[in-house]
């Protein structure tokens, strides 16, 4: 079984702060992705990675960075924490192709105060 | 127009019941697609990939109708269990491995005793 990671489950962070979300896969995908989901909007896609050191932006990437110095690690980044990023943050992976699904990690619940 | 549309119910079924939802997409280069399901507060979790046959897995079936770009779920003998939020996904581009799923919001499903 395809195992994903999420660092924290619950994370509370003050407005201005970097926030670092951690997230691990344990089958050496090429891809991982980042996603915020909000009520009555859906899965949104950030940031994704299909390989070390390679990145794209996704439909809502400001405010974000990524990072991917390891294969099995991908992290995303909030600059400067504001209150419009509250949200439930979803890791994922994918092995190579896109006729495989993705396997998402339990999700980060992130409040901004 | 979103790329992956969903009514999103939610549907109030009885126990036993048959209820099946549709999910358009509009882009017809689509390769890819699944079902999803999410439970409140977690993760989604993959149901099953739909293929262009039609495929089936116990209770559910799902079929692809490229001609008019939709996919649908059908859910039989409908169980408690059941209740849940349902993602449609679909991959948008041609299989580079390099494109991340595109998800629907969801319909909600509420099987009732």
């Known amino acids: 079984d395809v195992k994903v990671t999420q660092s924290s489950r619950y994370l509370v962070k003050r407005t201005g702060e970097k926030v670092f979300l951690e997230c691990v896969q344990d089958?050496?995908?090429?891809?991982m992705f980042w996603y915020r989901q909000d009520p009555g909007l859906g899965l949104r896609l950030i940031y994704f990675?299909?390989?070390?050191?390679?990145?794209e932006k996704g439909d809502i990437p400001e405010g974000y960075s990524v990072s991917r110095e390891k294969k099995e690690r991908f992290s995303l980044i909030l600059e400067s924490a504001s209150t419009n990023q509250t949200s439930m943050y979803l890791c994922?992976?994918?092995?190579?192709?896109?006729?495989?699904?993705?396997?998402f990690g339990d999700g980060t619940r992130l409040s901004i105060l | 127009r979103k790329e992956v549309e969903q009514d999103p119910g939610p549907f109030n079924v009885p126990e036993g019941a048959t209820v099946a939802f549709n999910c358009t997409y509009s882009?017809?280069?689509?390769?890819?697609f699944f079902w999803y399901r999410q439970d409140c507060r977690k993760e989604p979790k993959l149901l099953m990939s739909?293929?262009?046959s039609g495929n089936e897995d116990g209770r559910f079936t799902a079929q692809l109708n490229r001609a008019s770009q939709y996919i649908s779920l059908l859910i039989r003998d409908s169980k408690l269990s059941d209740s849940a939020t349902y993602l449609c996904?679909?991959?948008?581009?041609?299989?580079?491995?390099?494109?991340?799923?595109?998800f629907g919001s969801g319909t909600r499903l509420q099987v009732q005793p």
């Open positions: 994922a992976s994918r092995a190579g192709t896109g006729n495989q699904p993705q396997h």
């Open positions: 089958m050496d995908h090429e891809n």
């Open positions: 990675s299909y390989d070390v050191k390679m990145k």
């Open positions: 882009n017809s280069a689509s390769q890819s």
């Open positions: 739909v293929y262009s």
């Open positions: 996904v679909v991959n948008g581009l041609a299989d580079t491995g390099r494109r991340a799923l595109t």
